[in-house]
């Protein structure tokens, strides 16, 4: 049995479904999992008080989840987890970039998600409802184009390393090249559909990033945010199309988790998943 600790401080919507990759049907005999966080604020205050939480939970892997692993309260948890001779592992959003090397010299692995954009976080637009849309259309998005499965192969293979005494450590940008594979798409259109919703996710992070943080007259970053919405909107059309697409000759890739946690596979909507690749 592993025990994991999932940390959820801010959000990318890559938070709201991480610890649910991992055990999708509630079934595994080989993971327990604990999530704590500190809600939508991610100052140092907020995050430091988490991290005490931390030994307590005996964790033998660490997965922090939310936005930009650069800022300050960011780096105030990693220094607090830094001493803890377990798997910690940080997936945030495209920003993360700029510090993978300060990640790896930290002895952290990583997973930067290409295509959770930023939301448009203006009080002039943003609101519960238009925020819980934006978050479930990204949600949509990332598990039809194969970044969700990305995420869930890499922390797999991490669980499966300590299950051998082992470590592994993910250190990847999880791009359109690296998503879409894992989708496992049989028809080009679909792919093809699925490629325009990764980037058109990827440009409403650009357009969300100047409403922001460039504009600051009103009207320039309220048009500027409801037009990156938009986009996303569309990408989560895409997406549905895409699948309707694979769900038409009954070629769904599926794959669930046993009991023990291995990854099975499936196409035809009445087999049974099976081992190994299909």
């Keep these: 049995m592993v ?16 610890d649910l990759l991992l055990d999708e049907t509630a079934a595994r005999d080989d993971l327990e999992i604990t999530v704590i966080g500190s809600g939508p604020k991610m100052t140092p205050r907020d995050t430091e008080r988490i991290a005490r939480l931390v030994p307590s939970l005996e964790p033998q892997m660490v997965v922090v989840c939310g ?20 798997p910690r592992i940080m997936i945030s ?13 930290d002895g952290f692995g990583y997973l930067i998600m290409d295509a959770d954009p930023l939301i448009g976080a203006r009080r002039e637009f943003l609101d519960p409802t ?4 934006f978050n479930a259309d990204v949600t ?15 922390l797999d293979k991490t669980i499966e390393a300590l299950k051998r005494g082992e470590a592994y450590l993910p250190r990847a940008e999880v791009s359109d090249s690296y998503s879409l594979p ?10 093809s559909k699925a490629a325009v919703a990764f980037r058109l996710l990827e440009a409403a992070a650009q357009m969300n990033y100047r409403a922001c943080f460039v504009e600051k007259e009103m009207k320039k970053y309220v048009r500027l945010a409801a037009s990156a919405h938009e986009a ?17 000759t009954d070629t769904v890739l599926r794959t669930p988790h046993s009991k023990s946690g291995k990854i099975l596979k499936k ?3 009445l087999a049974r998943p099976k081992g190994g690749a299909q």
């Excluded at 238009?130 to 849309?133: D, K, N, T």
């Excluded at 949509?140 to 995420?151: P, Q, W």
């Excluded at 894992?182 to 792919?191: D, H, T």
């Design 130 to 133: 238009e925020m819980a849309i």
């Design 267 to 269: 196409r035809a909507l």
């Design 67 to 86: 936005p930009n692993v650069g800022s300050p309260g960011m780096v105030s948890l990693r220094k607090a987890l830094a001493g803890l001779a377990v």
């Design 140 to 154: 949509k998005v990332l598990a039809v184009v194969g970044s969700f499965r990305a995420v869930q192969d890499e």
């Design 232 to 248: 996303v909107r569309t990408a989560a059309k895409m997406a549905d199309e895409a699948r309707e697409l694979e769900k038409g």
């Design 182 to 191: 894992k989708a496992g798409f049989s028809n080009p259109y679909a792919r």
């Design 93 to 105: 959003d495209g920003p993360s970039k700029k510090v993978k090397q300060e990640l790896e010299k």
């Design 3 to 18: 025990r994991a600790v999932i940390i959820k401080c801010g959000n990318i919507a890559t938070s709201t479904m991480v």
